[in-house]
């Protein structure tokens, strides 16, 4: 039997139990108690670690309620690395406990859908698909979560294995476009490898890049994510590059950390920032829901996407309150939790509806889902895109 990996001990006792934590997690208000944020959770951690707790399914229901946003980890004055914590944490509930017939199949699921036969498949939906009326499709869960999903694009892993050349070259950056923007959301790749040629980059993508190993390491499934990891770092390690880009802060976060490359991550939108690109706008109200990613894995600071999208003239940028608000999607968090994600999502939804902004920008794939199906069952009229479609149908 392998030897368990153990939540480290030492990382949960830098807490101070000061509680900052509890202004800023998406779950707290909705569960109101004092395992419903990240000082309680830590406190079963350790309790778990001394042995004055057992391990059993109520513990591990309070584990699984959060939604990894890691806004502790950005608002800690104490710099208490939550993420690893509870990463060993959930690897210990799965090996003790089971993995879950959900959490299992869903990130099966990703393993799949980066394989060849899983490529092909996705392709044929999209192509059968493509005479649709609708964009998204209503589906149920059987956790009870009801999401409104992207359909395939026709497209589907069109970009792997071509490199886009830049007229100029300053530099050359390897896209790594991660699982949804692979699946559903080609264009949003389309329009990357635009802003990046346009900006004097040339886009190398990697032919055979699987999932990025986030979902499975935030479930505490490590020896997954160390699979995935391997083979990702040997299929970049074909090919000469510059830095790295990426249009997904998950992924980025996970390449930025828990990859130890060598070469830089960028977010596009920083690339753009240092750019002397510029927007033709046409008139519309803006407004920008910051991923939690970006800024708590990612340390991208807000600044870079407000200041962009100021550069898109004749526009006008509204600021929401709650802009750095998690939306409620976390991946798997979403289905596994449905009603505390329902919860978050309708207060984000609210938010942006108060901006009174036609038009709400996002550089997340999966916040765009969810927000996507946010104001279709909250009927609020609002656009939903990702940045880089936005910025690349609009650049000067």
Not at 84 to 98: C, D, F, P, T, Y
Request: proline share 4%.
């Amino acid at each position: 039997m392998e030897k368990l990996v153990e939540i480290p001990l030492d990382l949960a006792q830098k807490c101070v139990k000061c509680a900052l934590c509890k202004s800023v997690c998406p779950t707290y208000p909705y569960i109101e108690e004092e395992a419903g944020f990240a000082r309680g959770r830590l406190a079963l951690a350790e309790m778990v670690v001394k042995g004055e707790l057992p391990l059993n399914s109520e513990v591990a229901k309070q584990w699984d309620a959060c939604a990894m946003c890691r806004r502790c980890e950005w608002i800690c004055p104490n710099n208490v690395e939550y993420k690893e914590i509870m990463v060993k944490a959930r690897n210990l509930q799965r090996e003790s406990l089971g993995k879950g017939t959900v959490k299992s199949f869903a990130l099966k699921s990703l393993e799949l859908l980066q394989s060849k036969s899983g490529r092909g498949l996705i392709k044929l939906a999209g192509k059968l698909m493509e005479t649709l009326p609708f964009k998204e499709i209503k589906t149920p869960f059987p956790t009870g979560a009801v999401k409104f999903m992207p359909k395939p694009t026709s497209k589907a892993f069109g970009l792997r294995g071509k490199v886009f050349e830049a007229q100029k070259e300053k530099g050359r950056l390897l896209f790594f476009t991660g699982c949804m923007i692979d699946a559903f959301y080609g264009k949003t790749g389309e329009s990357v490898i635009k802003l990046m040629n346009k900006a004097g980059y040339t886009v190398i993508v990697p032919g055979d890049i699987k999932c990025c190993g986030a979902p499975h390491y935030y479930s505490g499934d490590i020896k997954t994510f160390e699979k995935l990891k391997n083979h990702n770092i040997k299929e970049m390690e074909k090919y000469d590059f510059d830095g790295i880009v990426v249009a997904c802060p998950t992924c980025g976060g996970a390449l930025q950390e828990d990859y130890k490359l060598s070469k830089p991550v960028f977010d596009f939108a920083q690339i753009v920032f240092e750019s002397s690109l510029r927007f033709k706008g046409s008139g519309k109200n803006l407004t920008f829901h910051v991923p939690c990613h970006s800024y708590s894995a990612m340390k991208v600071s807000d600044k870079v996407f407000y200041q962009v999208m100021e550069r898109t003239e004749g526009d006008t940028v509204k600021k929401a309150q709650k802009d750095k608000s998690c939306c409620g999607f976390a991946g798997l968090f979403s289905i596994t939790n449905p009603k505390l994600s329902d919860n978050i999502q309708r207060e984000k939804i609210e938010d942006l509806r108060n901006t009174q902004a036609e038009v709400v920008l996002t550089t997340c794939p999966g916040c765009v889902l969810n927000l996507k199906d946010g104001v279709k069952k909250h009927k609020t009229g609002q656009e939903i895109m990702h940045l880089a479609d936005y910025l690349a149908d609009r650049v000067d």
